[in-house]
Structure formats: C-alpha cells, structure tokens
C-alpha cells in the first residue's frame, strides 16, 4: 500500500518549486492533493498529477494572505473529499532589503506573505486536522536559523525564524488532538524565484555556494524531508517549560522532564494522553 493512500493533502503553491514537486509526489504516494490557483502553472501541475494517475483539484484564486480566500479554499477541500489529512503550507512571497534601506512596506509585505499565510492556513484547517488527527508541513529556511553577511534579507530571517517558532507551538497544542506540526529549513534551492535573484551570476551569495548546495535541492527536499514528514509513526519533539516530549498521533510521550518538575505534575497539566515509557519510533 502506497504511504498516503487516500490521504487529503492540502498544498498551496503548487504552481511551481517545492509546491508542484511535493504535489506530484504525494500524489504518487495515493495522496488526493488539492492545491491552488494563484499562477496558471498550478493547472499544468494538476495536469501532470492526472498524467501519471493521481487526483489533484486546483481550487480558485488563492490569496494566502486574505481570511475569506483561504477559509474558501479550506472549505472546497472539505466539501469535495470529506476532510483534511495533511496540510503544506508552502506557499509564499519575499522582498529582501536591509533594514536601513527597506521600506515598511516592503517588510510587512514579506512577514504577511511569509508568517501570515502559515497562521491563516493553520488556523482555518485545524478542525478539519483534529477530526483526521493529521499533521502540518510548514517552510521555514536556514535564514531563520543565522544571519548572512552576503543576503541583505531582515524580513526574511524575521518571518522564517518565526514560522519555526509557530511550527513548535502548533505542535504542542497539536499534541492533544494527536496532530503532528514539522517545519522544513532547506538552504539555498534553485527555483525561478532565486534563479533570478539570490543565484544570478552578479549576487555575491553566487561566490560562496558550492555548485551542489542549490543543484536539484527541490526533489531532494520532497523526496527525503517532506514526504516522511506526513508518516502517522512520525513524531515532533518539543522541548517545553515542562520538559522535553514528544507529539505521536497517539498523544505525548514524554522523553524528559525540565528540573524540578514531576512526571504527575506534567500529567496534570497537560491535556494530551501522556505515556512515560519508550519514546516513540521516528519517521
């Protein structure tokens, strides 16, 4: 049986890079993807999906930054398949800058397109993700883990280092329902976006990548980060101010406890069935 048989996966940008990639190959693994029509390419990636015998439905127009667009899209996936398994939010936009040269404008359009989108989606999906006891991908990137002395990028850093932090938090409140939260953080990747601009032959990034950083990172990413990701073995550990646990569809197991904190008092104060024996297999 194929890993995602009859799964709903619910993946925004799916018009091209790591959207259409994760698209086709869920939709290999048995997945029925429902992606969106932000871009004319997501129609073809539908058509590649059918092609090789998969279901994919491209909904409408897709703002990943407006409630009533996203709510929209939410609600076609549900009305059309029953529910939601898995949801990718992948999708979004930047504008790079220094922070004494970019505009406010520039800087909140990033964090909405970025952070925004990843919250909306969540938010309006939830529901649909406990009632499935399903899990969230999120896209965060090594910006959001270390500065750079070459990518003028304050926006950028800002939002992915917060999408990593929301991806740990909707984990730990995932944890109850059995709903499992993961972020990827892949480095520099060559899609169109930055074909044109972080990896054009005149950016001063160009000169400190090996050429196989970026090389063919899209199919690698899917292929051996993001789809395990969707596996129901595959846990998300947090460390919290209670102590260090891991997120299963099955509740938390707790891995260890902070100083000075008891087994009953996390037991207490938790909502999630806790269980203090193994921790639980990995992807």
Not at 148 to 161: D, E, Q, V
Not at 200 to 224: F, Q, R, Y
Request: aromatic fraction near 4%; include cysteine; charge should be negative.
């Amino acid at each position: 049986m194929r890993r995602l048989e009859g799964k709903v996966a619910l993946i925004s940008g799916t018009a091209r890079g790591q959207g259409r990639a994760a698209a086709l190959r869920f939709a290999a693994e048995g997945a029925i993807v429902v992606g969106d029509l932000l871009h004319e390419g997501a129609l073809e990636t539908q058509r590649l999906v059918g092609e090789a015998g998969g279901t994919a439905l491209t909904s409408g127009l897709l703002d990943v930054t407006d409630e009533d667009s996203v709510r929209a899209w939410v609600e076609e996936a549900v009305d059309a398949f029953g529910g939601i398994d898995i949801l990718y939010a992948n999708a979004g936009a930047v504008r790079f800058g220094a922070v004494d040269t970019q505009p406010y404008e520039d800087f909140t359009f990033t964090m909405r397109a970025e952070l925004d989108s990843v919250w909306l989606a969540a938010h309006t999906a939830w529901p649909h993700l406990v009632a499935s006891r399903g899990c969230i991908l999120t896209v965060g990137s090594t910006a959001g883990l270390t500065g750079s002395l070459t990518n003028r990028r304050t926006a950028h850093s800002a939002s992915k280092g917060a999408v990593i932090s929301l991806t740990r938090q909707l984990a730990a409140e995932g944890a109850p329902h059995g709903i499992r939260a993961n972020c990827v953080s892949p480095g520099m990747i060559d899609t169109e976006g930055s074909l044109g601009d972080l990896l054009a032959d005149d950016h001063p990034m160009v000169i400190v990548l090996m050429d196989h950083t970026a090389k063919d990172g899209i199919p690698k990413i899917v292929e051996e980060c993001t789809l395990p990701l969707t596996g129901e073995r595959c846990v998300h550990r947090i460390i919290t101010d209670l102590g260090v646990l891991d997120v299963t569809p099955d509740g938390l197991a707790l891995v260890e406890t902070a100083p000075g904190v008891t087994y009953d008092e996390i037991k207490t104060k938790t909502a999630a069935p806790l269980r203090a024996d193994a921790v639980t297999a990995a992807c």
